[in-house]
């Protein structure tokens, strides 16, 4: 962040988790306040606690995984639309 800062640009590290809604719009909401306008996403998921070699984890523990994974960028991309939709009700693509 220091380095980010040094350069004249605006950084924030924030803790979310990406699956719960609350937790997107209080990143989104922050994220406009600090920086401007949402421009663009970058939707990459991590899932802390599935952790270890993948040839030994159990299938319950990667399921859940997956579907929290999935959770987190969907909700992601569904309020990047919302933010950076022509369009008030955030449908960007439909006619």
Partial sequence: MADIKRHGQAARVVRVDTSAENDVERLSDDAT?????????????GVAGVAGPLAELEAAALRRGARRQRRGVVLCARRAVRDMSPRPEGAAGRP
């Fill in 33 to 45: 306040a600090m920086l401007g306008p949402v421009t663009g996403l970058v939707d990459d998921a």
